[in-house]
């Protein structure tokens, strides 16, 4: 069963910023496909720190494309090996950050699922 519990992820445009620079690098395929499809889309960042090691970055797109009737979606990266890795595939909803860990806090999504850090990433 799911949870509430734990932070919200908060997410704001933030232009020109160093987080909104590396998520306009790191969802540039998404970015442009949301171009091709006549759409201007909205980038919303958030950084939070997972654990002493690990700081994230959250991304969310608002455009047609991207938002649905779940919400937008949202993607985070980390950084590791000097380089920004995936580690939480497409949700929809707010992410908020459990107070329960897994090696690193769960991540709690669309209203109470709970994603579960497997060492690389966090599965469902």
């Not at 047609?64 to 590791?80: H, R």
């Amino acid at each position: 069963m799911g949870t509430t519990d734990g932070a919200p992820v908060v997410l704001e445009a933030r232009p020109g910023s160093e987080a909104d620079r590396l998520a306009r690098q790191l969802m540039a395929r998404e970015i442009d496909r949301a171009y091709a499809e006549g759409a201007d889309p909205v980038v919303l960042v958030g950084m939070a720190r997972l654990n002493d090691a690990v700081e994230v970055l959250f991304v969310q797109l608002q455009s047609p494309g991207e938002c649905g009737s779940a919400g937008c979606s949202t993607v985070s990266f980390s950084y590791k090996d000097d380089r920004w890795v995936r580690i939480m595939d497409t949700v929809g909803g707010p992410v908020r950050i459990a107070n329960k860990s897994h090696g690193m806090p769960d991540l709690i999504v669309q209203g109470g699922y709970r994603l579960v850090w497997d060492g690389r990433k966090y599965a469902g």
